[in-house]
């Protein structure tokens, strides 16, 4: 037997949510932890200066960790690698995962800029060897490869490498790695507080009828329909 749902007017539900009470300080500890990981360093600076908030890192290794972001965005993997050992050697020394993930993506711009012999050569000397050592590595080295069989990339099945998607996925990754070398979340809060609040708000659709926040962005409430 279905059962009717509670009905929770725009008034009370305002009611209920002014009544939870959230530091400004609380908030504003969030707001600089976004800017921080997402590596805003100029907004991040003025909201040090504006709101007095302390943030958890010093801000002028943001600008070198969105350098090397930025390097392997625009395909100067080597580049990013020499900016990430500058920052700290053990990031890449510690993480083989990473390091060949960066190798592969040098592999991937060779072959962008058509030089098939240095590929080859490259993914002999460079990325074979890791490859004999791991299975998973040396699956992902024989899909790079099979770029080079074709010559129209477009008809190629793992022709998604060659995408600038795979540039940022490799960038964001190393950018994660830097983080966490600095003791800091690789990710944001705020994006995981607002899967949080749309897990919530399905949860209790089930239960009752109340006013959403259908738009993140400005967080108004919306009006029940009578």
Not at 22 to 39: A, H, I, P, W
Not at 115 to 124: P, Y
Not at 158 to 180: G, M, P
Not at 189 to 217: G, T
Request: proline share 4%.
């Amino acid at each position: 037997m279905a059962t009717s749902k509670k009905v929770i007017t725009r008034d009370e539900w305002e009611k209920k949510l002014n009544a939870v009470k959230l530091r400004k300080e609380d908030m504003n500890t969030l707001v600089m932890n976004f800017l921080v990981t997402e590596g805003f360093v100029e907004a991040a600076d003025k909201f040090q200066r504006e709101s007095g908030t302390k943030p958890e890192i010093d801000l002028a290794t943001i600008t070198d960790r969105m350098a090397v972001k930025k390097a392997v965005q625009n395909g100067n993997v080597e580049d990013a690698i020499e900016k990430v050992n500058d920052l700290n050697p053990e990031i890449l020394d510690t993480n083989p995962e990473l390091f060949f993930h960066l190798q592969q993506q040098r592999l991937i711009e060779l072959i962008r800029q058509g030089k098939t012999e240095e590929a080859l050569e490259f993914a002999q000397e460079e990325l074979a060897p890791r490859g004999e050592e791991n299975q998973a590595f040396l699956q992902e080295l024989e899909k790079t490869v099979a770029l080079l069989v074709f010559e129209d990339a477009s008809n190629c099945p793992v022709k998604d490498l060659l995408d600038i998607s795979h540039r940022l996925k490799t960038a964001s990754e190393v950018n994660a790695a830097i983080l966490t070398s600095q003791s800091h979340e690789k990710d944001p809060k705020l994006p995981s507080l607002l899967k949080m609040l749309i897990w919530a708000q399905n949860q209790l659709d089930e239960k009752a009828v109340y006013p959403h926040i259908n738009d993140l962005s400005t967080g108004q409430l919306e009006t029940l329909s009578e």
